[in-house]
């Protein structure tokens, strides 16, 4: 307990470390050290706070400014009322609001809020810490936050700790509804945490993703997750906190592991809009996903004209499209929609709304230009004697043709069309080669709707990059729901050449016959999906036409085998599907593939998806780390060299520091925690 009291004090303190006897820089030389604490009052750890006054003051050696102190600011337990924090002369007070529980410990924690006057250097890691009992409580936990669905980890994201007594409670989710957390943390941007002043009990812990800032958890906004069992900080184990001298925080080995997650909000039912976006056109949205729909019809038009698109996942926006005549499409539209909504109690029962549309035409300040400037023309030929002939409008009718220059053969021709189609003319669309000599050949060819969207075709063919191709779709080919057709349209195009790309050949060894994976061939950040396989089963899967370089391969266990990534639940207490990067023996994520060649890999899922350990975060966490700094160094070199080529040797980057020193000072070890 003893190494317990004086790295908890240590860290809290660290603000004060700093080289005795500083002499200001002479010659104008920026100054880039921050503010000092000169003076608490009342003293940093205050015990029996309770009889102290409400207001805090901290003096600094030099004048000082308060910067995004919303973001920065937060208390640890959190107040209903947060204390007011303003300049005074050469320091800041901190005025407390809130009502202060008996035999608590309580952390203000400023962050880097605080920054000098002159250059806006921040004094990082700020707190002040008192007691209203008789001890200031001293124990401490560290863990990783990572994202569940991109698997990198999460900076600035709020660790609250709940009494775990009040676990007997059935739901746990309402923790975080219902009681106040008894312990406030915040990860660094590294995705690590270090919070203090626990005292020697159980706590549930959550982490929060505070996307607006108002430190509390609001569905569909914030991210969040939870570790499935208590935590007792006495109990977690041996761990190191340290002192990040690159990036200015207190970092540590972790000892627990959080995903965190978008949860779908819990929402009541309800028809909340529909609209008459055109005249072909009525949107319906619902106020909760996959609304379940008994009769929905319309006056005058028959059901099977009326074409369903679902625009969102969940099914909760849908986009109704009438395969009807102009003249048949009435300007009022009335229907009637049968569907089961939320009551007031919350409960879903059966209802019927009628709906009535009107569509008028809107006329735009460019037409309403081009129509006056017909009407001055029409009126100066009349005035000649002259018949007047309008100039031809533009063809209404949209459509985006992806052909022309190369074609990737796995993604072959998208024809993609504003609206949905009512017919096509297929026979007078032509595929050909085009030879340098002879006539052109035909090609045998399909054009097929795409399943996951209506208004999305594509044109298959069994493609030959040796080969020259073109694409003939003729006038009138493609009729839309609203009766308009289309202009004719003419692609030259090639296959993109096999041996420019890299091919990927993935085995997969599944956790058993029966288990399904979603794999993805990205890039190193995992933004871009090259390729991708969904029901992805044990067998061996060949990736062609991946760009060359480096890539990643992630892999999502797909436990209902949906083909899709499905979050967590607090109410359930169900943690998110499980998504990992292949890393091999290495354990590095990146792997490089060169262009006319092909790599082979085993995915062992039994491996990729073993039982996330503390020692295997710590070991990725390191490996990231020891990339950053190598990263660090390498740009730190060209900066030098291009100084030494330019003959104007600058200043050191990063304080001054050397190879040597860059590698040696990154990490000031604070102390070792033996639990």
Same mark, same amino acid.
């Given at each position: 307990?003893?190494?317990?009291?004086?790295?908890?004090?240590?860290?809290?303190?660290?603000?004060?470390?700093?080289?005795?006897?500083?002499?200001?820089?002479?010659?104008?030389?920026?100054?880039?050290?921050?503010?000092?604490?000169?003076?608490?009052?009342?003293?940093?750890?205050?015990?029996?706070? *309770?009889?102290?006054?409400?207001?805090?003051?901290?003096?600094?050696?030099?004048?000082? !400014?308060?910067?995004? +102190?919303?973001?920065?600011?937060?208390?640890?337990?959190?107040? /209903?009322?947060?204390?007011?924090?303003?300049?005074?002369?050469?320091?800041?007070?901190?005025?407390?609001?809130?009502?202060?529980?008996? @035999?608590?410990?309580?952390?203000?924690?400023? &962050?880097?809020?605080?920054?000098?006057?002159?250059? #806006?250097?921040?004094?990082?890691?700020?707190?002040?810490?008192?007691?209203?009992?008789?001890?200031?409580?001293?124990?401490?936990?560290?863990?990783?936050?990572?994202?569940?669905?991109? #698997?990198?980890?999460?900076?600035?994201?709020?660790?609250?700790?709940?009494?775990?007594?009040?676990?007997?409670?059935?739901?746990?989710?309402?923790?975080?509804?219902?009681?106040?957390?008894?312990?406030?943390?915040?990860?660094? @941007?590294?995705?690590?945490?270090?919070?203090?002043?626990?005292?020697?009990?159980?706590?549930?812990?959550?982490?929060?993703?505070?996307?607006?800032?108002? !430190?509390?958890?609001?569905?569909?906004?914030?991210?969040?997750?939870?570790? *499935?069992?208590?935590?007792?900080?006495?109990? +977690?184990?041996?761990?190191?906190?340290?002192?990040?001298?690159?990036?200015?925080?207190?970092?540590?080995?972790?000892?627990?592991?959080?995903?965190?997650?978008?949860?779908?909000?819990? $929402?009541?039912?309800?028809?909340?809009?529909?609209?008459?976006?055109?005249?072909? !056109?009525?949107?319906?949205?619902?106020?909760?996903?996959?609304?379940?729909?008994?009769?929905?019809?319309?006056?005058?038009?028959?059901?099977?004209?009326?074409?369903?698109?679902?625009?969102?996942?969940?099914? *909760?926006?849908?986009?109704?499209?009438?395969?009807?005549?102009?003249?048949?499409?009435?300007?009022?539209? $009335?229907?009637?929609?049968?569907?089961?909504?939320?009551?007031?109690?919350?409960? %879903?029962?059966?209802?019927?709304?009628?709906?009535?549309?009107?569509? =008028?035409?809107?006329?735009? $300040?460019?037409?309403?230009?081009?129509?006056?400037?017909?009407?001055?023309?029409?009126?100066?030929?009349?005035?000649?004697?002259?018949?007047?002939?309008?100039?031809?409008?533009?063809?209404?009718?949209?459509?985006?043709?992806?052909?022309?220059?190369?074609?990737?053969? +796995?993604?072959?021709?998208?024809?993609?069309?504003?609206?949905?189609?009512?017919?096509?003319?297929?026979?007078?669309?032509?595929?050909?080669?085009?030879?340098?000599?002879?006539?052109?050949?035909?090609?045998?060819?399909?054009?097929?709707?795409?399943?996951?969207?209506?208004?999305?075709?594509?044109? =298959?063919?069994?493609? *030959?990059?040796?080969?020259?191709?073109?694409?003939?779709? &003729?006038? &009138?080919?493609?009729?839309?729901?609203?009766?308009?057709?289309?202009?004719?349209?003419?692609?030259?195009?090639?296959?993109?050449?096999?041996?420019?790309?890299?091919? +990927?050949?993935? /085995?997969?060894?599944?956790?058993?016959?029966?288990?399904?994976?979603?794999?993805?061939?990205?890039?190193?950040?995992?933004?871009?999906?090259?390729?991708?396989?969904?029901?992805?089963?044990?067998?061996?899967?060949?990736?062609?036409?991946?760009?060359?370089?480096?890539?990643? %391969?992630?892999?999502?266990?797909?436990?209902?085998?949906?083909?899709?990534?499905?979050?967590?639940?607090?109410?359930? =207490?169900?943690?998110?599907?499980?998504?990992?990067?292949?890393?091999?023996?290495?354990?590095?994520?990146?792997?490089?593939?060169?262009?006319?060649?092909?790599?082979?890999?085993?995915?062992?899922?039994?491996?990729?998806?073993?039982?996330?350990?503390?020692?295997?975060?710590?070991?990725?966490? !390191?490996?990231?780390?020891?990339? =950053?700094?190598?990263?660090?160094?390498?740009?730190?070199?060209?900066?030098?060299?291009?100084?030494?080529?330019?003959?104007?040797?600058?200043?050191?980057?990063?304080?001054?520091?050397?190879?040597?020193?860059?590698?040696?000072?990154?990490?000031?070890?604070?102390?070792?925690?033996?639990?």
């Amino acid at each position: 307990m003893k190494h317990i009291v004086l790295v908890a004090a240590v860290v809290s303190t660290v603000a004060f470390v700093r080289c005795a006897n500083q002499v200001a820089p002479q010659g104008g030389v920026k100054d880039s050290l921050p503010p000092v604490v000169r003076a608490m009052t009342p003293v940093w750890g205050q015990r029996n706070a *309770d009889t102290m006054p409400r207001r805090i003051f901290i003096e600094y050696d030099e004048y000082v !400014q308060i910067k995004d +102190l919303q973001k920065e600011f937060f208390t640890s337990p959190l107040m /209903k009322t947060r204390p007011t924090v303003t300049i005074r002369g050469r320091g800041i007070r901190i005025d407390i609001k809130d009502t202060l529980a008996a @035999n608590q410990t309580y952390s203000l924690n400023l &962050g880097s809020a605080i920054v000098d006057n002159n250059e #806006g250097n921040p004094l990082y890691d700020h707190s002040y810490v008192f007691s209203t009992g008789s001890a200031i409580d001293s124990l401490l936990a560290t863990g990783y936050v990572a994202d569940a669905m991109r #698997g990198d980890s999460v900076s600035r994201a709020f660790l609250y700790f709940f009494d775990a007594a009040l676990d007997t409670i059935p739901d746990y989710d309402s923790l975080l509804f219902k009681q106040h957390p008894v312990v406030v943390g915040r990860t660094q @941007n590294n995705g690590i945490f270090v919070a203090q002043n626990l005292r020697e009990m159980y706590y549930r812990v959550y982490a929060i993703q505070d996307n607006n800032n108002n !430190q509390r958890y609001d569905p569909g906004t914030d991210k969040v997750g939870f570790i *499935d069992s208590v935590i007792h900080p006495v109990r +977690l184990g041996t761990t190191s906190v340290w002192r990040d001298e690159y990036r200015k925080y207190t970092t540590a080995d972790p000892q627990t592991y959080i995903r965190i997650f978008a949860e779908e909000p819990m $929402r009541r039912q309800n028809l909340n809009t529909n609209e008459r976006p055109g005249r072909h !056109q009525v949107v319906l949205r619902f106020a909760a996903p996959r609304p379940r729909i008994d009769t929905l019809s319309f006056e005058g038009i028959d059901d099977d004209r009326v074409i369903r698109e679902y625009m969102t996942a969940g099914r *909760d926006t849908i986009s109704l499209w009438f395969d009807v005549p102009p003249e048949s499409m009435p300007d009022t539209l $009335r229907g009637r929609i049968a569907y089961h909504k939320s009551d007031s109690l919350g409960n %879903i029962v059966p209802s019927s709304q009628a709906i009535r549309l009107v569509w =008028r035409q809107a006329e735009s $300040r460019e037409e309403a230009r081009e129509r006056e400037r017909e009407e001055r023309e029409r009126a100066r030929a009349e005035e000649r004697g002259e018949e007047y002939t309008p100039p031809e409008k533009p063809n209404p009718f949209g459509f985006k043709v992806d052909a022309g220059g190369q074609v990737d053969p +796995l993604k072959s021709i998208p024809i993609e069309f504003t609206l949905p189609l009512a017919s096509i003319d297929s026979a007078h669309i032509s595929l050909t080669t085009q030879p340098d000599l002879g006539a052109p050949a035909p090609v045998p060819f399909t054009l097929e709707r795409d399943t996951m969207n209506i208004r999305r075709w594509v044109i =298959r063919a069994g493609w *030959d990059e040796t080969k020259n191709y073109r694409l003939t779709i &003729g006038k &009138g080919v493609f009729t839309n729901v609203a009766g308009e057709r289309n202009d004719s349209l003419g692609a030259n195009f090639k296959i993109m050449p096999k041996e420019d790309f890299a091919t +990927l050949t993935l /085995k997969i060894n599944g956790k058993t016959p029966e288990a399904r994976y979603i794999v993805q061939v990205t890039d190193p950040g995992g933004k871009t999906i090259f390729r991708e396989v969904k029901d992805a089963a044990t067998g061996e899967y060949t990736f062609p036409y991946i760009p060359e370089g480096d890539v990643s %391969i992630r892999v999502t266990e797909d436990g209902n085998a949906n083909g899709r990534w499905d979050s967590g639940s607090l109410v359930e =207490r169900r943690q998110p599907e499980r998504t990992e990067f292949y890393t091999g023996e290495t354990g590095d994520p990146v792997v490089a593939v060169k262009k006319n060649w092909q790599t082979d890999i085993i995915l062992d899922m039994e491996t990729i998806f073993a039982p996330v350990t503390i020692d295997k975060i710590q070991r990725d966490l !390191q490996r990231a780390e020891d990339a =950053r700094v190598s990263k660090f160094l390498e740009e730190k070199a060209a900066r030098d060299a291009e100084q030494r080529r330019q003959g104007t040797q600058g200043q050191q980057q990063g304080g001054g520091m050397g190879i040597g020193g860059a590698l040696g000072g990154a990490r000031q070890q604070i102390g070792s925690i033996a639990q």
